[in-house]
T-cell receptor, first 115, second 112 residues
Framework: DVKVTQSSRYLVKRTGEKVFLECVQD?????MFWYRQDPGLGLRLIYFSYDVKMKEKGDIPEGYSVSREKKERFSLILESASTNQTSMYLCASSPHGSGAPDTQYFGPGTRLTVL | QKEVEQDPGPLSVPEGAIVSLNCTYSNSAFQYFMWYRQYSRKGPELLMY????GNKEDGRFTAQVDKSSKYISLFIRDSQPSDSATYLC????????????FGTGTRLQVTL
């Protein structure tokens, strides 16, 4: 069974803090993704990565950065947390594909509250 | 205008009913169409996918794509309380990129 784990289920941080969200997958997948999920807006892609040390901006990268030093680990960094970054953060991974719908496997999510 | 539109619901149906969930889209380059199910406090899981137009059936679930109308549907027959969840449609174009575009999700409640 594919497993995607996220470091925390719930996190409360203060405005201006640097926040690290960690994601680990155990299926040797090449692709990893970070989304945020907000009511009425659905899932929005923040960043994704096709390989170690590679990253691509998604639809809403502002205020975020990522790091992928190892294949199994993809970190999302909020450089200076703000209240509008309060959200559910979901990590996903998928095997490399050539057009077929690479199934994305999601982690359980981290609910981040920024006060 | 969003690329993918989905009615957020909530949709409440009695057990045993046939459920119809729908999405419309504007990008004619979308070729792959997926339905994800998300239970409360969990991440989404892939339920079904179809390529281009047509129907696909899996047990009580049928996915339908009408590319001419830019409209996709998920039908659930003999709905069960365990089907209560949020259903998200997702789409992607062909190519090596695996980027999905999601709908906002429809919350379904199946009552006893």
């Amino acid at each position: 069974d594919v497993k995607v784990t996220q470091s925390s289920r719930y996190l409360v941080k203060r405005t201006g803090e640097k926040v690290f969200l960690e994601c680990v997958q155990d299926m040797d997948h090449e692709n990893m993704f970070w989304y945020r999920q907000d009511p009425g807006l659905g899932l929005r892609l923040i960043y994704f990565s096709y390989d170690v040390k590679m990253k691509e901006k998604g639809d809403i990268p502002e205020g975020y950065s990522v790091s992928r030093e190892k294949k199994e680990r993809f970190s999302l960094i909020l450089e200076s947390a703000s209240t509008n970054q309060t959200s559910m953060y979901l990590c996903a991974s998928s095997p490399h594909g050539s057009g077929a719908p690479d199934t994305q496997y999601f982690g359980p999510g981290t609910r981040l509250t920024v006060l | 205008q969003k690329e993918v539109e989905q009615d957020p619901g909530p949709l409440s149906v009695p057990e045993g009913a046939i459920v119809s969930l729908n999405c419309t889209y504007s990008n004619s380059a979308f070729q792959y169409f997926m339905w994800y199910r998300q239970y409360s406090r969990k991440g989404p899981e892939l339920l079904m996918y179809t390529y281009s137009s047509g129907n696909k059936e899996d047990g009580r679930f049928t996915a339908q794509v009408d590319k001419s109308s830019k409209y996709i549907s998920l039908f659930i027959r003999d709905s069960q309380p365990s089907d209560s969840a949020t259903y998200l449609c997702a789409m992607k174009t062909t190519g090596t990129a695996s980027k999905l575009t999601f709908g906002t999700g429809t919350r379904l409640q199946v009552t006893l």
